[in-house]
T-cell receptor, first 113, second 114 residues
Framework: AQSVTQPDIHITVSEGASLELRCNYSYGATPYLFWYVQSPGQGLQLLLKYFSGDTLVQGIKGFEAEFKRSQSSFNLRKPSVHWSDAAEYFCAVGGNSGYALNFGKGTSLLVTP | DAGVIQSPRHEVTEMGQEVTLRCKPISGHDYLFWYRQTMMRGLELLIYFNNNVPIDDSGMPEDRFSAKMPNASFSTLKIQPSEPRDSAVYFC????????????FGPGTRLLVL
């Protein structure tokens, strides 16, 4: 069965600092991988996705993620965090014949001045 | 496009009452998903439809939960009778080809069962 682990429940970074959010997946075949962001009281917005090809994918809002098959990881990065990036971030894996996404428990990002 | 529309945005009810959550997917999308989000369990898929037909309802917690999609532009998730442990945020999402496209999420319905 496919699953996703986000090891960090909370992360605090200073505004302007770099950010890396970790995501590890478990899936037997090539997964479809996603990062979503959820602002307080809002739905989920897709940041980026990986299906195949270049393992470094670019997303919206200056985010990028790198697929590393050898490490079963799909970590999200941003070189310089803005206060507006404070939100909950979810990694998800798909590809099962059931067409559903399995989400990680999320990482809450706090940005300090 | 208005995106996925959910109503109501907030619902407060008493235990034992019937609750109906509504969703309008993005026009042209043929997949519709219902998720539940809680602190303890995170985001869980409850059920999804393809072309208005329920495909997988294995995530529906129990018989108190039911979902319907009478047409391509409307779906409901009903809880009867509701219990305090049903308190959560319920999201609807739609997609045109879920394995290769984005699932677009609605703003969610925050349900509180007293």
């Amino acid at each position: 069965a496919q699953s996703v682990t986000q090891p960090d429940i909370h992360i605090t970074v200073s505004e302007g600092a770099s950010l890396e959010l970790r995501c590890n997946y478990s899936y037997g075949a090539t997964p479809y991988l996603f990062w979503y962001v959820q602002s307080p009281g809002q739905g989920l917005q897709l940041l980026l996705k990986y299906f195949s090809g270049d393992t470094l994918v670019q997303g919206i809002k200056g985010f990028e993620a790198e697929f590393k098959r050898s490490q079963s990881s799909f970590n999200l990065r941003k070189p310089s965090v803005h206060w507006s990036d404070a939100a909950e971030y979810f990694c998800a894996v798909g590809g099962n014949s059931g067409y559903a996404l399995n989400f990680g428990k999320g990482t809450s990002l706090l940005v300090t001045p | 496009d208005a995106g996925v529309i959910q109503s109501p945005r907030h619902e407060v009810t008493e235990m034992g009452q019937e609750v109906t959550l509504r969703c309008k997917p993005i026009s042209g999308h043929d997949y519709l998903f219902w998720y539940r989000q809680t602190m303890m369990r995170g985001l869980e898929l409850l059920i999804y439809f393809n072309n208005n037909v329920p495909i997988d309802d294995s995530g529906m917690p129990e018989d108190r939960f039911s979902a319907k999609m009478p047409n391509a532009s409307f779906s409901t998730l009903k809880i009867q009778p509701s219990e305090p442990r049903d308190s959560a945020v319920y999201f609807c999402a739609s997609s045109s080809s879920p394995q290769k496209e984005t699932q677009y999420f609605g703003p969610g319905t925050r349900l509180l069962v007293l």
